[in-house]
């Protein structure tokens, strides 16, 4: 079954700077990759997420890309702010299956 | 705004209670889910269904039970709580087919004393 790696498990950083959170998957045929984000006391929310006929997606100030080749894909955060502190998830799905989520990043960011 | 609601939000309950989580969903998903999320933040599954009457165990063994008589409601029970049952409970539910997106309910947290 798919498998899927989340790094780094926290990141803190300065308001304004970059913060980028990395997923490996397992399974070859897996084709769907969203990005969750989790505040206290709530549930997971979507954020952005990527098919397999695309390498990169941009949504304001987050943006996703995606290597087949290499089964990685990674959630890009620009000009962070405050509110952008959470807890992310990432999650890979082949087809109809259940989504596996990666073991998540908490992101801490500093004014 | 997702419409699938938990509640109770929070349950503080003794141990040897039976307990029922509820979970319902207005936007007519086929596919519903239940996690259990753990203080260091991984979510597991440990039940999920592909529609009414379908029912199937998750990747953690979970000594609950789940029943989907009704397409929008998902409930999760356990007949015997313990204190090693105490853990936050997320609901979610998706599209069978076209958008595979999961909308997630806002979580029970679950204190078994």
């Known amino acids: 079954g798919e498998n899927v790696e989340q790094h780094p498990s926290t990141l803190s950083v300065q308001e304004g700077d970059s913060a980028v959170i990395k997923c490996t998957y397992s399974?070859?045929?897996?084709?769907?990759f969203p990005w969750y984000k989790q505040e206290l006391g709530k549930g997971p929310q979507l954020i952005i997420d990527?098919?397999?006929?695309?390498g990169e997606k941009k949504d304001q100030r987050i943006a996703v890309t995606l290597n087949k080749t290499a089964k990685h894909f990674s959630l890009h955060i620009t000009e962070t702010q405050p509110e952008d502190s959470a807890v992310y998830f990432c999650?890979?799905?082949?087809?109809?299956?259940?989504?596996?989520f990666g073991t998540g990043t908490r992101l801490l960011v500093s004014p | 705004e997702a419409d699938i609601y938990q509640t109770p939000r929070y349950l503080v309950i003794g141990t040897g209670k039976k307990i029922t989580l509820e979970c319902s969903q207005t936007?007519?998903?086929?596919?519903m889910y239940w996690y259990q999320q753990d203080p260091g933040m991984e979510l597991h599954l440990i039940h999920y269904?592909?529609?009414?009457?379908?029912?199937e165990k998750g990747d953690l063994s979970s000594e609950s039970t789940v029943s989907r008589i009704r397409t929008e409601h998902f409930p999760l029970t356990l007949e015997s709580a313990r204190p090693s049952h105490t853990s936050q409970y997320l609901c979610?539910?998706?599209?069978?087919?076209?958008?595979?997106?999961?909308?997630f309910g806002q979580g029970t947290r679950l204190t078994v004393v």
């Open positions: 979610a539910s998706s599209e069978f087919g076209g958008r595979t997106e999961a909308f």
């Open positions: 399974d070859s045929a897996s084709n769907y």
């Open positions: 990527i098919r397999s006929n695309v």
């Open positions: 999650a890979a799905r082949e087809g109809f299956q259940k989504l596996v």
């Open positions: 936007m007519g998903h086929d596919k």
């Open positions: 269904s592909y529609g009414v009457n379908s029912t």
